[in-house]
């Protein structure tokens, strides 16, 4: 017998939540990254991908920003995951410089 609707266990809390803040973080980063040289486009994607489970305003402006980024009509996925990869390891590369000098 259940009294009222299920609470999320608390690893899907946790995945949830995480889910939302990474994708908000990798927003801001986009858009920062639309006027700063940088792969902007590719950022807010990546941010849109992980918030579009959770809020539909998210999937319709993926469609749209998808639209905008060359070469990612079909297949562009690959695409996407190469240059949000490459980006991630120019950076983690940039900080290890950075601190190692």
């Known amino acids: 017998m259940t009294t009222g609707p299920s609470r999320p266990s608390g690893?899907?809390?946790?995945?949830?939540?995480?889910?939302?803040v990474s994708?908000?973080?990798l927003l801001v980063t986009g858009a920062l990254l639309l006027i700063l040289p940088g792969p902007g486009?590719?950022?807010?994607a990546a941010g849109l991908t992980?918030?579009?489970?959770?809020y539909r305003w998210a999937d319709r402006l993926l469609?749209?920003?998808?639209a905008r980024?060359?070469?990612?009509?079909?297949?562009?996925?690959?695409?996407?995951?190469?240059?949000?990869g490459?980006?991630?390891a120019g950076a983690g590369a940039t900080?290890?410089?950075?601190?190692?000098a």
């Open 11 to 20: 690893a899907g809390f946790l995945r949830r939540s995480f889910r939302v």
């Open 23 to 25: 994708g908000h973080v």
């Open 41 to 44: 486009l590719v950022v807010l």
């Open 50 to 54: 992980m918030l579009r489970a959770e």
């Open 63 to 66: 469609v749209r920003v998808r």
């Open 69 to 84: 980024i060359p070469g990612s009509s079909r297949g562009g996925g690959r695409l996407l995951v190469g240059l949000f």
């Open 86 to 88: 490459l980006s991630a």
């Open 95 to 100: 900080w290890w410089l950075a601190t190692a």
